[in-house]
């Protein structure tokens, strides 16, 4: 009986141990699951840190972009409308400049209606005249506006109109000059009316 007693006893030692070993093995999963649990709770504040500052350099960026497309927007539409305005006042400069020769052309005609002989009259209208052509010159010459070159008969500087007999030029080259020629830069702005020699 005795060593049923201590087989008894052993086996409720055994029980007492295993029950002890499943106890700590509880005990160590919820400390394990407690930790594990914590380690995920910080790994998600960590993840939502994150999150939320790439979420706020994105609206950053995003603002950033929306400013920048609005500045090129203004920019696009003030350079348009000082294309147009430049369009639209391109010829201020030149138009200025005529107004010398307009200015002559007054002072000869008062000239004119002046208290003077017939041919200082005459004499007076041809000053204003040459004042008046010298004015349109210096206003041309300030715009690159030039006359065409007469040397050399050109078909496209020059439009020859009438053909004559001449013993001063060969044939085929200019004669007379009817009307001036002008070029603007490179660009002809209207051909010199000519007569070519036969």
Same mark, same amino acid.
């Given at each position: 009986?005795?060593?049923?007693?201590?087989?008894?006893?052993?086996?409720?030692?055994?029980?007492?141990?295993?029950?002890?070993?499943?106890?700590?093995?509880?005990?160590?999963?919820?400390?394990?699951?407690?930790?594990?649990?914590?380690?995920?709770?910080?790994?998600?504040?960590?993840?939502?840190?994150?999150?939320? &500052? /790439?979420?706020?350099? +994105?609206? $950053? !960026?995003? =603002?950033?972009?929306?400013?920048? *497309?609005?500045? #090129?927007?203004?920019?696009?539409?003030?350079?348009?409308?000082?294309?147009?305005?430049?369009?639209?006042?391109?010829?201020?400069?030149?138009?200025?400049?005529?107004?010398?020769?307009?200015?002559?052309?007054?002072?000869?005609?008062?000239?004119?209606?002046?208290?003077?002989?017939?041919?200082?009259?005459?004499?007076?209208?041809?000053?204003?005249?040459?004042?008046?052509? &010298? /004015?349109?010159?210096? +206003?041309? $010459? !300030?715009? =690159?506006?030039?006359?065409?070159? *007469?040397?050399? #008969?050109?078909?496209?500087?020059?439009?020859?109109?009438?053909?004559?007999?001449?013993?001063?030029?060969?044939?085929?080259?200019?004669?007379?000059?009817?009307?001036?020629?002008?070029?603007?830069?490179?660009?002809?702005?209207?051909?010199?009316?000519?007569?070519?020699?036969?």
């Amino acid at each position: 009986m005795k060593e049923d007693n201590n087989k008894t006893e052993d086996i409720n030692n055994d029980v007492d141990i295993e029950e002890e070993l499943a106890q700590k093995q509880d005990e160590t999963t919820v400390d394990e699951d407690l930790k594990f649990a914590s380690l995920d709770e910080e790994f998600k504040i960590k993840m939502q840190n994150k999150v939320d &500052k /790439a979420n706020k350099e +994105a609206k $950053e !960026a995003k =603002d950033k972009l929306l400013r920048a *497309y609005a500045d #090129f927007e203004n920019f696009k539409k003030q350079i348009s409308k000082e294309k147009y305005s430049a369009i639209d006042y391109a010829s201020e400069k030149f138009a200025k400049d005529l107004l010398a020769p307009i200015d002559a052309l007054q002072m000869a005609i008062v000239s004119a209606k002046g208290d003077f002989e017939p041919s200082q009259v005459v004499q007076k209208l041809q000053e204003g005249m040459e004042l008046t052509l &010298k /004015a349109f010159n210096k +206003a041309f $010459e !300030a715009h =690159d506006i030039t006359e065409v070159e *007469y040397d050399k #008969f050109d078909p496209e500087l020059h439009n020859a109109v009438m053909k004559v007999d001449s013993q001063e030029v060969k044939a085929g080259e200019i004669v007379q000059v009817m009307q001036k020629g002008y070029q603007y830069k490179d660009r002809l702005l209207r051909e010199a009316m000519v007569s070519i020699a036969n």
